[in-house]
């Protein structure tokens, strides 16, 4: 198969395409023919050798973590997946790569949007696992406030999202050319700087139960905290969002509302 790779640590020069040997899907895994693939800032850490002093790499390598196409093979034990199925996910981690290849194997997926297109799908799956696993480490739970701070990036945006979903108030630091983007998603934008408390639980305005436990803590002065209803599952609620809003299903069917952005690198 043909495979985007590089032999040693460097800038972008040392990455070729070249003919690689195809990967299997093993148990709890599918194979995926690749639609698209993202680029994380991990991927360069990891090929400018920044990293190697924590995740010593094996050369040759195939960058890429998260990727996105239509299964081709299905390992022993998965179910509800099928050849055929459109799906985005991520690579094993173990593996620290392997997506910018024409087949790669997921060891996390979850089927594709119909909304959405492979080159957005492609993108997603870092920071909506990411956004995940923070919420439930923090027991993230309906009637708490969480600060977001850079929630205008793609881990922010998707914490947001899944933390509104969740029944979380959430207020979000960005520059202020992001407020109307947060507010869009029923986030309280904040700027950056003066003007945050120090970092601890508090009450939030209007609020029986709520703690901040995001980062930096809350601001002194929140604002306007608007109420909006968080997406409860009801499919006409949520084709009222904005028009590039969509469910995402994360695991055990539950549906999630996300939304997603992907900027075009030039050839």
Do not use: C
Not at 40 to 66: C, H, N, Q, V
Not at 82 to 101: I, K, N, Q
């Amino acid at each position: 198969m043909l495979a985007a790779r590089y032999h040693r640590y460097g800038g972008p020069g040392v990455l070729t395409v070249e003919e690689a040997e195809e990967p299997h899907a093993g148990p709890g895994q599918v194979r995926i023919s690749v639609r698209a693939t993202g680029v994380t800032p991990a991927d360069w850490y990891l090929r400018s050798g920044m990293l190697k002093e924590m995740a010593s790499l094996r050369f040759p390598r195939i960058p890429g973590m998260d990727a996105a196409g239509v299964v081709d093979e299905v390992g022993e034990g998965v179910t509800g997946t099928s050849v055929g199925d459109a799906v985005f996910g991520l690579v094993p981690l173990d593996r620290l790569g392997g997506a910018a290849a024409r087949y790669a194997v997921l060891e996390a997926w979850a089927h594709k949007p119909r909304a959405w297109s492979f080159e957005t799908a492609g993108g997603a799956a870092g920071n909506v696992e990411t956004a995940t696993r923070v919420l439930d480490a923090l027991g993230a739970a309906e009637g708490m406030t969480l600060l977001i701070e850079g929630a205008a990036g793609g881990a922010g945006t998707m914490t947001a999202q899944l933390a509104r979903a969740r029944g979380l108030t959430v207020i979000g630091t960005a520059s202020e050319r992001n407020h109307h983007f947060l507010d869009e998603l029923g986030v309280t934008p904040v700027t950056y700087g003066p003007g945050l408390a120090a970092p601890g639980p508090t009450r939030s305005p209007g609020r029986r139960r709520g703690a901040g436990r995001g980062g930096q803590g809350l601001p002194r002065r929140p604002g306007d905290h608007r109420r909006r209803p968080a997406p409860r599952g009801d499919d006409r609620r949520l084709r009222r969002r904005p028009p590039r809003s969509t469910v995402l299903p994360l695991r055990r069917g539950r549906a999630r509302l996300v939304r997603t952005a992907v900027r075009r690198v030039p050839r």
